[in-house]
């Protein structure tokens, strides 16, 4: 009974220590002209719809929860938000190629219709992420025509 006394002091511990180590924190005062709204006039709808749904994990503007200064979910947020962001940045849009831009365009489409975004586990936690049938026609058909302008 002492060892587990021991093993739950020392998981204690090792809990309230690990609240002091500090997380790279994803937030901007500023939005960049090279922002993906900014360059393209995004219509409002499909702004709103997208600011929801995809700014928090792929952008240099994360929304965080009550709960992301919390160890170990705050590493957890940190590590996905920076996945995101390497596969897709939107506040860095414009920096990209013309050929890069149509192949993100066609993996968004690609991903949206197919239900991988957003994920999941991020529609668990923000229900209004989820988009309905209706917002993912809407969203895939302005995001058809803008590849096509490209």
């Not at 739950?8 to 500090?22: K, R």
């Not at 414009?94 to 991903?111: E, G, H, T, V, W």
């Amino acid at each position: 009974m002492k060892t587990v006394k021991n093993i739950v002091l020392v998981l204690m511990v090792a809990f309230v220590g690990i609240q002091f180590i500090p997380t790279k924190r994803n937030q901007s005062d500023t939005v960049p002209v090279t922002d993906f709204m900014l360059v393209n006039k995004v219509p409002n709808n499909i702004k709103s719809m997208l600011q929801v749904s995809c700014y928090d994990c792929h952008s240099n503007n994360t929304n965080y929860p009550w709960y992301n200064k919390m160890q170990p979910i705050a590493w957890f947020l940190e590590g996905h938000i920076n996945e995101g962001k390497a596969e897709l940045n939107f506040s860095e849009w414009d920096s990209l190629s013309n050929r890069r831009k149509l192949s993100k365009l066609r993996s968004i489409i690609k991903q949206i219709e197919s239900d991988k975004m957003p994920l999941e586990f991020y529609i668990s936690i923000h229900k209004d992420a989820e988009f309905s049938e209706e917002e993912k026609i809407t969203i895939i058909q302005w995001m058809t025509q803008l590849r096509d302008s490209l």
